[in-house]
């Protein structure tokens, strides 16, 4: 089983980034897919998440109407397009996936992202 973050870097406040996970070892399109962050000193914080068949999504009040997560089970990749970002998004992103009626959970290695000018 693989998740393998893409996409993080260094950007200025107000940029985009796109981060995206493929996942390899497992039946993709029946987990539920998450992305997390962590920021320095602070706890792990769940960011957005989507159904396993794409049609329901959740978002940290914080990243509403800035962040959006998509999948493409055909590619086994999920997305996270994150749009007018601030210094406060700076951390490493995770990816996550999770089978409910199972239990099988799945963690990526993360991927940073630093938010400054």
């Known amino acids: 089983v693989q998740l393998v973050e893409s996409g993080g870097g260094l950007v200025q406040p107000g940029g985009s980034l796109r981060l995206s996970c493929a996942a390899s070892g497992f039946t993709f399109s029946s987990y539920d897919m998450r992305w997390y962050r962590q920021a320095p000193g602070k706890e792990r914080e769940l960011v957005a998440a989507i159904a396993s068949a794409g049609g329901s999504t959740n978002y940290a009040d914080s990243v509403k109407g800035r962040f959006t997560i998509s999948r493409d089970n055909a590619k086994n990749t999920v997305y996270l397009q994150m749009d007018s970002l601030k210094p406060e998004d700076t951390a490493v992103y995770y990816c996550?996936?999770?089978?409910?009626?199972?239990?099988?959970?799945?963690w990526g290695q993360g991927t940073r992202v630093t938010v400054s000018a």
């Open positions: 996550n996936a999770r089978q409910a009626y199972s239990g099988y959970d799945y």
